[in-house]
């Protein structure tokens, strides 16, 4: 078991499953949260709410929602992090000492429960929809169904918050390793090898605009119907362009980075042509006769320096390929459709 994991991690991390089987860890899960939602029915029926408590389907949204892929996305950070950080290890200008405290760090600030603990609290306390009112907490001492209302509440603000903190920390990794400095050998695929980068933070995105999809777009099929411009400029809009930026905005580091070892290498290059090019006017200028192996070691050089121009220059400058923007654009467009989507449930049940 790691030392270091994520809460939700701990608590199924007692149970004798293979932790390398996916379905398995997918069935554990959604049986944990079938076994909550059954609870809450035997409390219920205690109290001779039974039908009321079924006939809610509000409540699945959290439990088989929300709750599974929170659950189901702490399972697969937890499992790929700490490879994902060790795939790019190559590329960092570190020695094994301040890369294992990086590593230590990143892992510190994302499996923490503390900042998680403290989003909950503060949703139970103030946000709407979420908050627990002192009348709900009084009835905790009148029956056993409004104890249990109480306590699911705020074990689902607890996943909730675990959501939230999960994108912070994924992000937080990928931008704290754009920071660091790099080592790279710059030729046409050296995008290649930010692949593990990239796909943490696909991981940050598909996390990000699947929240939009449930807490924000899904909520307005049942709002009143707007029109057509408020459509295009609800906050959704904004959100969009935020998860964008935020998908795309720490890899300007390396960016910036890839750009200045690319201008640095070119200038080598380029004097490195100037000098040979005063070889070779110094060893044509001799009589064929004269003309040793010198001038054959000349051009073999020469034209290793012409390849290693070419491989230079066709470096890339950003860190992602066309895939990962496929997948933002794919991300945008589904959250998008989400919108549409939830417009038009709300006027037909209008």
Do not use: C
Not at 27 to 40: D, T, Y
Not at 117 to 132: D, K, N
Not at 193 to 220: D, H, Q
């Amino acid at each position: 078991m790691p030392k270091k994991m994520f809460w939700t991690e701990a608590l199924f991390a007692w149970l004798p499953v293979d932790r390398g089987k996916l379905w398995l860890q997918i069935l554990v899960r959604l049986l944990f949260l079938f076994l909550l939602w059954l609870s809450g029915l035997a409390v219920f029926a205690f109290d001779g709410l039974g039908n009321e408590y079924v006939s809610d389907v509000q409540l699945l949204v959290p439990f088989f929602g929300t709750g599974f892929i929170i659950l189901f996305g702490t399972y697969m950070i937890q499992s790929t992090l700490a490879d994902t950080i060790q795939s790019i290890r190559p590329l960092l200008r570190l020695d094994d000492l301040q890369f294992k405290k990086l590593l230590g760090r990143i892992e510190l600030y994302s499996f923490s429960f503390l900042p998680v603990l403290l989003v909950a609290l503060l949703f139970t306390a103030f946000l709407p929809g979420s908050r627990l009112t002192l009348m709900q907490l009084a009835g905790v001492f009148q029956s056993v169904h409004a104890a249990w209302i109480v306590a699911i509440a705020f074990f689902l603000n607890l996943l909730t918050a675990t959501g939230i903190w999960m994108g912070v920390a994924i992000w937080l990794t990928v931008f704290l390793l754009s920071r660091q400095p790099l080592q790279v050998e710059l030729s046409a695929r050296s995008v290649e090898k930010f692949r593990g980068l990239t796909n943490l933070a696909s991981g940050f995105a598909i996390f990000y605009f699947i929240a939009i999809v449930i807490g924000v777009i899904i909520p307005l099929s049942i709002a009143p119907v707007v029109s057509v411009v408020d459509v295009v400029t609800s906050p959704v809009l904004m959100y969009i362009v935020i998860g964008v930026l935020g998908a795309l905005l720490p890899f300007y580091n390396i960016h910036r980075t890839l750009v200045a070892l690319k201008r640095q290498e070119l200038l080598r290059i380029d004097e490195e042509f100037d000098e040979m090019e005063k070889e070779l006017s110094g060893v044509l200028g001799q009589p064929v006769s004269e003309l040793s192996d010198q001038s054959m070691v000349l051009m073999n050089r020469l034209f290793s320096l012409q390849i290693k121009e070419r491989r230079v220059r066709a470096a890339k400058e950003w860190p992602f390929d066309v895939r990962f923007i496929s997948r933002l654009l794919g991300l945008v467009g589904a959250a998008i459709m989400a919108r549409i989507l939830a417009e038009i449930i709300s006027r037909l049940s209008s």
